[in-house]
């Protein structure tokens, strides 16, 4: 099995800045891409931002230029830089990882329990 662990989430004022992080453990031969979505209520789950294991990147449009999403390979571990923050950035934030998992060697997408970002106006 394999677990992801988000933290940094928070309340934060417009115009902020907070930073998520996701750990990945367990049975892990190695992760593909890793990325961050978000779902607001009464709204679909979107994607925010993915990256590879290489490190090539993309983005929703609505971040572009306001977050920055990194990662630490040797750790398993995936970061979400989040600055200007505005009130529509409010939402629950999930990690997901496209895992490779030891003795199987298959392929499987993992969710993180998500964190709660509130931006106040």
């Known amino acids: 099995q394999v677990q992801l662990v988000e933290s940094g989430g928070g309340l934060v004022q417009a115009g902020g800045s907070l930073r998520l992080s996701c750990g990945a453990s367990g049975s892990i031969f190695s992760i593909n891409a890793m990325a961050w979505y978000r779902q607001a209520p009464g709204k679909q789950r979107e994607l925010v931002a993915a990256?590879?294991?290489?490190?090539?990147?993309n983005y929703a449009d609505s971040v572009k230029g306001r977050f920055t999403i990194s990662r630490d390979n040797a750790k398993n571990t995936v970061y979400l830089q989040m600055n200007s923050l505005k009130p529509e950035d409010t939402a629950v934030y999930y990690c997901?990882?496209?895992?490779?998992?030891?003795?199987?060697?298959?392929?499987?997408?993992?969710w993180g329990q998500g964190t709660q970002v509130t931006v106040s106006s």
């Open positions: 997901n990882a496209d895992t490779i998992v030891l003795a199987s060697y298959r392929t499987k997408g993992y």
């Open positions: 990256i590879t294991s290489g490190g090539s990147t």
